[in-house]
């Protein structure tokens, strides 16, 4: 096994970026994102690669999202006031179609990376949700307003304001995946795709991805650190975020009461 967090490989035409964290359920910190920011870049401009798929190692997790303790940090001070979180728009943005191979769980910033690709093929044991409200994580903009692109709003309010679980089984009836199959059929299945997208022009492909990116592109000018600055300029000096991550990593249920 390497022990890159990030393991990048092409093969017949494929680029497979995998989150190499399982101790973390793949969670993933600020430098692991600026590592799948820069290979997604090189994929997307490699005239040897047709298709990214995006996954992670094992058969636990796709990605849980950001590790808390980076999140969390040191002297207060939280991971994700300097993160510049630029993934999901450069999947957007991407010329190249890209695929999520989830193999476990998709949670929090897994689970909109997921939903940011093209397409989602999952394996029948995967879970699926959001987790920001209930560990103090703000993820807001675009990351979260696409959801009603995908969804709907009514689903996807329910998926980022209640931060249910959903199966892999539910998240196929909802619309934020294509297939789902046994593990033991996930790389077969993901390979299907991958061939069936090769033997199309890439041309046309790139326009027709491109134009669902203008259909997005209204939402797409704000994200986290715009909203936070909107709706809660101090919310990092308040003890709220630290308060859920603090409750996540002691296994208990998160106290918000003095932060309403």
Not at 86 to 101: G, L, M, S, T
Request: proline fraction near 5%.
């Amino acid at each position: 096994m390497s022990d890159k967090e990030v393991i990048y490989e092409v093969k017949d035409f494929v680029a497979t970026i995998t989150i190499n964290r399982p101790k973390t359920l793949n969670a993933f910190t600020g430098d692991t994102i600026k590592e799948m920011e820069s290979l997604l870049a090189q994929a997307g401009s490699d005239p040897k690669v047709g298709v990214i798929v995006l996954t992670g190692v094992g058969e636990r997790a796709f990605c849980v999202g950001g590790d808390v303790n980076w999140e969390k940090g040191e002297g207060g001070k939280s991971g994700l006031q300097d993160l510049e979180f630029n993934f999901n728009r450069q999947i957007a943005e991407c010329p190249k179609p890209v695929i999520a191979r989830v193999n476990g769980y998709a949670i929090g910033a897994g689970h909109h990376i997921a939903y940011f690709c093209d397409f989602t093929i999952a394996a029948e044991h995967a879970i699926f949700g959001q987790n920001g409200p209930r560990v103090g994580s703000p993820a807001g903009g675009y990351i979260v307003s696409h959801a009603a692109n995908v969804l709907g709003h009514k689903r996807a309010r329910e998926l980022w304001m209640l931060c249910r679980r959903y199966t892999a089984q539910q998240a196929f009836d909802w619309g934020l995946a294509n297939s789902v199959v046994p593990m033991a059929k996930l790389d077969e299945e993901v390979r299907k795709y991958c061939d069936e997208l090769l033997s199309l022009s890439p041309t046309c492909l790139k326009i027709v991805k491109r134009s669902f990116y203008h259909h997005m592109a209204p939402i797409m000018g704000r994200d986290m650190n715009d909203l936070i600055q909107e709706v809660a300029p101090n919310y990092f000096n308040t003890g709220e975020q630290q308060e859920g991550a603090s409750a996540f990593l002691e296994k208990r249920k998160p106290d918000f009461s003095p932060f309403r």
